[in-house]
Every structure is written in structure tokens, then in C-alpha cells.
């Protein structure tokens, strides 16, 4: 158990509807970060958010959006889904105070997103 | 970008083995991650590296990161079913630290 939560578990959805991702992450990590995986791929890293601001960003177009919340939740936002974007999502959460990477991430379990 | 290329794509080996996994990175690391994954689900954090020639072992596993701090291997002795699952290695880009990388996975199957 790595103290971090996804909702839902499972979601389907048709081609150009939105859709909102949930995490909780551990008390008093301040730093979410989002990926996306393909099947049979590595985590490929979506964006970073440190203290409610995002704080770095991967190769994503701009339809994939977050927050991030005082109360340690955040959220992903993917909009005009496309059927590429069926994948497993995963966030997770570090404690490090510098809003850089370099500390020890803890995985939610993800979120399976199915584009039809 | 910062890559990390990981070896082989894929393990089968019998109950009681030893094997090795390779993580090779193009830049220079300032932190190297081992993850396991079970099959479409979370990440588990396994282990950190950080310095050159560190060792660290947990239980059967044992993660080395070489002098150059390019290149990490995870060994595991004496394998088990539990050990089964999707390996990955990970590092944070090495400019700001604001972006991670994971290599492409390697995925073992422990037969009994």
C-alpha cells in the first residue's frame, strides 16, 4: 500500500468526450505527477504539479490538463479524446520540497481509460 | 530527451535462477529508480541509486549503479513465482528534474 488513490478504476469512453481523473496522494506530499501507459510500454510522464502549479511537462498536447488541490488531491483532464489515449493512467506523489523529481515516487494503482 | 534503454525485453526463467536486468541511460544520472509493476497495475518502488558503484540489496534483489552512473543492473537470485511481474527503471531529467523517464520495461516470467 503506497497511501495513494485513483477513481475510478475503469472508464470507457467514446471518441471526443472528455473525461476527469482522480488521485489522492499521501498526506504532505506535495509533488503529483501523471503518466500514461500504453500496453506493453514504460510510463511515459504527462505533467508535474508542486504546490498546485505545474512545474514540468512531457511531450503532451495541450488537451491534457490538471490541478492540483490544497487537500493533496488532483486531477487529470483530458479533453477531445482520441482512441490513442486508451491507456492505463497512473499518478503519483513525492514529499520532496524542491518541486523536482529527484525523490522517491509512490504509484496510485491507475485508472484503465478506453477510448471507443 | 533523456532515454533509458532497458535488457532484454523479456525473462523466462525457471523457479530457483538467477537473472540479470540491464538499464542503460544516454546521460549521465543523478538518481536511478527500480520499479516493479504486476501486470496492469500500480508501480512499486523498489529501490534507489544515487551514487556511482552503489550496491543496495533487498530480500533477493540486488541493484548495482556503475561508476559512470550510466548504467544500473537489478539482479535477482534465486527467482521465485512472486518475482514475476514488469521491471522498470526510472531517473528524473537530469537538467531540471522536472521531467521522468522510464525505460521500456522488462517483463519476467518465473515458471515453477
Known amino acids: 500500500e503506497t497511501g495513494v488513490t485513483q477513481s475510478p478504476t475503469h472508464l470507457i469512453k467514446t471518441r471526443g468526450q472528455q473525461v476527469t481523473l482522480r488521485c489522492s496522494s499521501q498526506s504532505g506530499h506535495n509533488t503529483v505527477s501523471w503518466y500514461q501507459q500504453a500496453l506493453g510500454q514504460g510510463p511515459q510522464f504527462i505533467f508535474q504539479?508542486?504546490?498546485?502549479?505545474?512545474?514540468g511537462r512531457g511531450n503532451f498536447p495541450p488537451r491534457f490538463s490538471g490541478l492540483q488541490f490544497p487537500n493533496y488531491s488532483s486531477e487529470l483532464n483530458v479533453n477531445a479524446l482520441e482512441l490513442d489515449d486508451s491507456a492505463l493512467y497512473l499518478c503519483?506523489?513525492?514529499?520532496?520540497?524542491?518541486?523536482?523529481?529527484?525523490?522517491?515516487?509512490?504509484f496510485g494503482p491507475g485508472t484503465r481509460l478506453t477510448v471507443l | 530527451s533523456q532515454e533509458l534503454e532497458q535488457s532484454p525485453q523479456s525473462l523466462i526463467v525457471q523457479e530457483g535462477k538467477n537473472l540479470t536486468i540491464n538499464c542503460t541511460s544516454s546521460?549521465?544520472?543523478?538518481?536511478l529508480y527500480w520499479y516493479k509493476q504486476k501486470y496492469g497495475e500500480g508501480l512499486i518502488f523498489l529501490m534507489m541509486l544515487q551514487k556511482g558503484g552503489e550496491e543496495k540489496s533487498h530480500e533477493k534483489i540486488t541493484a548495482k549503479l556503475d561508476e559512470k552512473k550510466q548504467q544500473s543492473s537489478l539482479h535477482i537470485t534465486a527467482s521465485q513465482p512472486s518475482h514475476a511481474g514488469i521491471y522498470l527503471c526510472g531517473a528524473a531529467e537530469t537538467a531540471t528534474g522536472n521531467q521522468f523517464y522510464f525505460g521500456t520495461g522488462t517483463s519476467l516470467t518465473v515458471i515453477p
Open positions: 546521460k549521465t544520472l543523478y538518481g
Open positions: 504539479y508542486y504546490r498546485e502549479e505545474e512545474n
Open positions: 503519483a506523489s513525492s514529499s520532496g520540497t524542491s518541486g523536482t523529481l529527484t525523490d522517491t515516487q509512490y
